[in-house]
């Protein structure tokens, strides 16, 4: 997750032990791509326990294995001022000002989950946000400037693996931890949605430049998101630029740009006049989930950033394309506890822990970071993560081919940056 270091880059929880205990990266919140939050686990008991040893095959075997005409439907716009976009002057370079305010965070509309019941009131403070996910291009910057190594190109340290495995589980042979991360692998035809591990593989050598495997490639995806990273690689190049991972709460406000409650970032439409809004399973594959096309070579994944509508706030694919991670730990019942407050709740942080007993097999206190957005997989059959509400929680070393992040900076931090720089520019003009 955010903050750790190899212990975990996740922040805090106690950044040591709790960072540890961000484990398993690859013991597979695989629920990937439909989250525990954002369908209910349909996984049975005795799926569950065969996925379980299915992942230790995959673990111990290679480790614990493991989501403008523009509609704005009945909902009025909470902000009608025009899009502010830092230029490098006025404000950091790509990115987008979010005026802040006061809103309903979560759902009670139908196909709300329990995790994002009850919509309850929040008010977040201004700041600037990434106009879209941090892509291939800028991660690739990050890395030659600092050579650092993603969680996926390292060894899997069982220590931080183990958190979140049931009790007892056996440790896996050093030979077997090899690096490598969760790759979306589809059906050749359909089938039961209860078992996820039908579609998602632990893959050895998969990371960032090689999202699906060692055999494939980036080449040409400069401008898609950066994928297969966890929440410590994320928190690592938050550091290096400046930048932090946003909240939850602004993570929301931010995607609803305006909108009141609208079921989707742009409205209550899926497809206003029949116009596909985000790289999203639905409306975008030909064959139902997980089904893989072999007309279309399987080639499902990310699209590049800004392919589809921006919303008021000048934000692109704040739902869809790839998840994003977010810098909260995930409570399954955090909204409740929100809620149980007369008052609106200013600029929260989230909890101090995480607790999530809808996730088959894992230990409910187990490590989790909040995680937003849904990707290029979430669909009306399986995964309704397209939709502002919609959060899950993920295992802070989890990298996936389907999450990514971006980021967002205060405003006084980068007055502060900005007057440095001006500063830096001064001195180095020859004096006269």
């Given at each position: 997750m955010v903050t750790a270091t190899r212990a975990n880059d996740p922040a805090s929880r106690d950044k040591a032990n709790g960072e540890r205990g961000m484990a398993n990266r690859k013991t597979a919140n695989a629920n990937s791509n439909s989250s525990a939050a954002a369908r209910p686990s349909r996984v049975t008991a005795r799926s569950s326990r065969l996925l379980l040893w299915g992942l230790l095959l995959v673990t111990c075997p290679a480790l614990i294995g493991f989501a403008a005409n523009w509609a704005i439907g009945t909902h009025s716009r909470a902000a009608s001022s025009k899009v502010a976009q830092g230029d490098g002057v006025h404000g950091p370079q790509g990115m987008a000002w979010v005026p802040g305010g006061e809103f309903l965070m979560g759902s009670d509309?139908?196909?709300?989950q329990a995790n994002e019941r009850?919509?309850?009131?929040?008010?977040?403070?201004?700041?600037?946000?990434?106009?879209?996910h941090v892509t291939n291009a800028e991660f690739r910057k990050f890395v030659e400037a600092t050579g650092y190594v993603t969680t996926a190109e390292k060894k899997p340290d069982w220590e931080t693996i183990k958190v979140q495995a049931p009790p007892g589980t056996p440790r896996a042979p050093d030979s077997v931890l090899v690096p490598g991360a969760m790759v979306f692998v589809g059906t050749d035809g359909p089938v039961s949605l209860e078992d996820f591990s039908r579609w998602w593989r632990y893959v050895p050598g998969a990371d960032w430049r090689h999202p699906a495997g060692p055999q494939s490639s980036i080449a040409g995806k400069d401008d898609h998101p950066v994928v297969q990273v966890?929440?410590?690689?994320?928190?690592?190049y938050a550091k290096w630029a400046g930048k932090r991972l946003p909240t939850e709460a602004e993570w929301e406000f931010a995607a609803r740009g305006g909108l009141t409650q609208a079921t989707y970032a742009w409205g209550d439409k899926f497809a206003p006049d029949g116009k596909q809004m985000a790289n999203?399973?639905?409306?975008?594959q030909a064959r139902p989930f997980p089904v893989m096309s072999a007309k279309a070579g399987g080639a499902v994944g990310t699209s590049r950033v800004g392919s589809f509508p921006a919303n008021a706030y000048g934000l692109s694919d704040m739902t869809g394309n790839a998840w994003q991670w977010v810098a909260d730990w995930y409570r399954a019942d955090q909204f409740r506890r929100e809620a149980s407050t007369t008052s609106v709740i200013d600029n929260p942080a989230g909890p101090s822990d995480a607790w999530d007993p809808a996730d088959p097999g894992v230990p409910v206190a187990a490590p989790k970071r909040v995680t937003r957005g849904g990707s290029f997989l979430c669909n009306e059959d399986y995964c309704l993560s397209y939709r502002p509400s919609a959060r899950r929680g993920t295992d802070p070393y989890n990298s996936m081919s389907h999450l990514g992040f971006r980021l967002v900076m205060d405003k006084d931090t980068w007055e502060h940056s900005n007057e440095r720089r001006q500063a830096a520019s001064a001195d180095a003009q020859p004096r006269s």
């Open positions: 509309a139908k196909m709300a009850p919509a309850h009131k929040v008010r977040v403070h201004g700041f600037w946000m990434d106009e879209h966890s929440y410590e690689d994320a928190e690592a999203v399973w639905q409306g975008q």
